[in-house]
T-cell receptor
């Protein structure tokens, strides 16, 4: 079943503006992760936030997590044309068999216009 | 180069062909995954191997057959595929622990077209 769901599906902004993407999920999690995918390529891990954390920063990225609302947001500040990509949130599901599995949403397609 | 290498990058095959996708990781990870990415759909988890043992098979049709001969290599054997199987197939690896998952490392994917 689909766990993470990103919003909006597509976002177009001018270079220099901030981009905010949201993710909602349905069940309790151990952590939530954000990934980026350039067109037709593999996904790249950006940042992981644990269920007991509320906010995390990495460079121009800021992630928040609200476990009471089962939602997370990814903020990219001072966007650049090179940030153009699809962004996915992923939540883990501890199968209890010693393997962690990630469930991904459909992603938000971000276009940054120079 | 992420440390996870997938070959081939592109594959066109007929419905009666047999082919294999290969994934190799040089990160010392102990879990490997196959995902399918189709247009306008979420990534679909197909198979999980943890410590070389298959621990998940998400109701994938038998025309897809995974193989994990060791912790560094993962294959996806394909036979008698359908056109709807055309997609980007992504391999990923991770280090599993009960404490946390530190994220997956993905390969660049194999773009499969079934004609």
């Amino acid at each position: 079943s689909q766990q993470g769901e990103e919003d909006p599906q597509a976002l177009s902004i001018q270079e220099g503006e901030n981009a905010t993407m949201n993710c909602s999920y349905k069940t309790s999690i151990n952590n939530l992760q954000w990934y980026r995918q350039n067109s037709g390529r593999g996904l790249v891990h950006l940042i992981l936030i644990r269920s007991n954390e509320r906010e995390k920063h990495s460079g121009r990225l800021r992630v928040t997590l609200d476990t009471s609302k089962k939602s997370s947001s990814l903020l990219i500040t001072a966007s650049r044309a090179a940030d153009t990509a699809s962004y996915f949130c992923a939540t883990d599901a501890n199968s209890g068999a010693g393997s962690y599995q990630l469930t991904f949403g459909k992603g938000t397609k971000l276009s940054v216009i120079p | 180069e992420t440390g996870v290498t997938q070959t081939p990058r592109h594959l066109v095959m007929g419905m009666t062909n047999k082919k294999s996708l290969k994934c190799e990781q040089h990160l010392g990870h102990n879990a490997m995954y196959w995902y399918k990415q189709s247009a306008k759909k979420p990534l679909e988890l197909m198979f999980v191997y943890s410590l070389e043992e298959r621990v998940e098979n998400n109701s994938v049709p038998s025309r897809f057959s995974p193989e994990c001969p060791n912790s560094s290599h993962l294959f996806l054997h394909l036979h008698t595929l359908q056109p709807e199987d055309s997609a980007l197939y992504l391999c990923a690896s991770s280090q599993v622990s009960f404490a946390a998952n530190y994220g997956y490392t993905f390969g660049s994917g194999t773009r499969l077209t079934v004609v």
